[in-house]
């Protein structure tokens, strides 16, 4: 099963005026690693040619990004007001 | 005077099992949990084990929304063709109940109208930023620039403990403290699973596994539980070997795990209902923070309480543990000599003195061997090339077992004086 789809089957109130977890382009772009690819469970990190492109919205707040990132662009927050996943059964 | 006897923060088993045993003593407890309803950000396996709920709640058995308990218990080594089984199963399972099977979103907001109904003052939807400190006190909590007072805060935040970290009272995790989590909730009828597993009703099985078949080496342990019209599938990946392979996504490695031909036919006709993930606390006692200092503790996956010795995977008994043993230090330093960090050392105390603390110094360093390449690689290698050995009938003379095992230790590459050194460790560490 794709991982888009499964993500499709997850319920989320988006924070359209907050993003809880931003990056720093400048490290990003030049990161020899980019391991966040990786290790994000929900693809919020992708590769776009050669260029990464981050997106909120699909986050599942595990917190695997802020370890995984091992220089410094992630800075992660804990989402506010009930936004963000909200699991069935957890 | 502060607003609040205590805060706590979060609404999992630990800050619930808190709120519960503070409310319980007539203290003035806030709860803020950041999800709404509670529950609904957490993920867990999840097998709850253990008595400690009845702690707070002696009736949980009766009460608590619990999917199945534990009849039947599996651990298997699995490579690209074959699975290696235990399957341990005990009618003593049935007079003791010794693990639950539990879908969290369901428990946890069952907790969090049990500490309401106990009396806590419990507040949702709600998102704490950090600690307030007046010079090294912690005098409460700050919400968006906002203060509410207490003479104390249980932190019970799980396992990406941002609170403690941002106010400076833990450090950031590292790669060896965490790993991976990826989990699916896959339909099944309550028949279709009782046939499957060979279970009546209420009864569960609960297996982990080693998956020593993943593309590209990667090290993960998988584990399989059944609720009552679903099962819970997931694996665990250590974030230090996949940053070592970069180059396997984690979202894929669960479904390398659901295709494997022992697996793929208990999950036929089976419907994906949720994909979930969070980070899991494996670090063992290397992890585990200061817990306590003037004005705060804190409790369960925030303070990196887990257990995993390859059989098992334990959180919750932990979290519920603590978070009562940080209630009771609380309850005592207010009727006694008041709130300081000599009288939240008790907290460490009773801790030491518990399974909690107790497990983790028994089982110091075994994170070294269950994330190893021994038990990753090399076992379900060996162990599939000896029962392919012994079993197989191919028409060739016959060879004893020990020729076999020599065989195969040799094709792996694993001198028998290092398989008998780490045999030993593990021996001793297990």
């Known amino acids: 099963m794709k991982i888009e789809d499964r993500l499709s089957l997850l319920n989320y109130k988006i924070d359209k005026s907050y993003a809880h977890i931003t990056v720093k382009p400048d490290i990003c772009e030049v990161c020899p690693d980019h391991f966040c690819t990786f290790a994000c469970p929900a693809k919020c990190y992708t ?44 | 005077m502060s607003e609040f006897d205590a805060i706590v923060v979060g609404g999992g088993p630990a800050g619930t099992s808190a709120a519960m045993r503070l409310a319980a003593n007539k203290l003035n407890v806030l709860l803020v949990e950041k999800a709404d309803p509670p529950g609904s950000k957490n993920v867990s396996g999840g097998v709850l084990w253990g008595n400690s709920l009845a ?32 399957n341990f199963r005990s009618s003593k399972f049935s007079e003791t109940k010794t693990g639950y099977t539990v879908l969290r979103t369901k428990l946890d907001q069952f907790l969090n109208k049990k500490a309401k109904d106990a009396g ?69 009828p309550e028949k279709t699973i009782n046939e499957r597993f060979n279970l009546r009703e209420k009864e569960g099985f609960a297996g982990e596994y080693v998956l020593g078949f993943l593309e590209g080496g990667v090290e993960a342990g998988g584990f399989l539980y059944t609720n009552k019209d679903s099962i819970s599938l997931g694996v665990v990946v250590s974030m230090k070997h996949l940053r070592e392979n970069n180059q396997t996504h984690s979202y894929d490695i669960i479904e390398q795990f659901k295709e494997h031909p022992s697996i793929a036919p208990l999950l036929d006709e089976g419907k994906v209902d949720e994909y979930s993930a969070h980070m899991v606390q494996e670090g063992g ?40 043993a940080a209630a009771d230090t609380l309850v005592e330093a207010k009727s006694g000599s008041g709130i300081s960090e000599q009288a939240f050392s008790k907290y460490e105390e009773k801790l030491l003195n518990s399974f909690v603390l107790r497990d983790m110094h ?67 560490r297990m």
Request: proline share 3%.
């Open chain 2, 55 to 86: 702690g707070v709640m002696p009736d949980w058995e009766k009460t608590a929304p619990l999917e199945r308990y534990v009849k039947s218990k599996g651990v298997g080594f699995l490579t690209k063709d074959s699975s290696i089984d235990i």
């Open chain 2, 285 to 324: 006692l290397e992890s585990i923070p200061k817990l306590y200092g003037n004005g705060y503790m804190i409790t369960g996956d925030a303070a990196g309480f887990s257990f995993s010795n390859g059989l098992v995977l334990q959180g919750m008994n932990y979290a519920i543990a603590s978070g009562i």
């Open chain 2, 362 to 428: 028994t089982f110091k360093g075994i994170e070294e061997l269950t994330w190893g390449s021994l038990i990753h690689q090399k076992m379900p290698s060996i162990l599939e090339k000896v029962m392919l050995g012994v079993l197989m009938e191919d028409g060739e003379p016959k060879k004893h077992m020990s020729q076999i095992v020599k065989e195969a230790l040799k094709e792996s590459g694993l001198k028998s004086s290092k398989l008998l050194l780490e045999g030993y460790k593990m021996y001793r």
């Open chain 1, 47 to 90: 590769l776009m040619e050669g260029k990464l492109n981050f997106k909120y919205e699909d986050c599942v707040e595990c917190g695997t990004c802020i370890v995984a990132c091992s220089h410094g662009s992630v800075d992660w927050n804990n989402s506010k007001g009930a936004h963000g996943v909200k699991y069935k059964y957890g």
């Open chain 2, 120 to 188: 806590a003052t419990v507040v949702t939807g709600v998102t704490v930023d950090k600690l307030a400190f007046e010079g090294k006190k912690v005098i409460g909590v700050e919400q968006d620039g906002d203060i509410i007072t207490s003479d104390a805060v249980i932190l019970a935040e799980g396992a990406n403990p941002r609170v403690a970290i941002d106010s400076g009272i833990r450090p950031p995790l590292k790669d060896q403290d965490v790993a991976i989590g990826v989990k699916e909730v896959i339909k099944l």
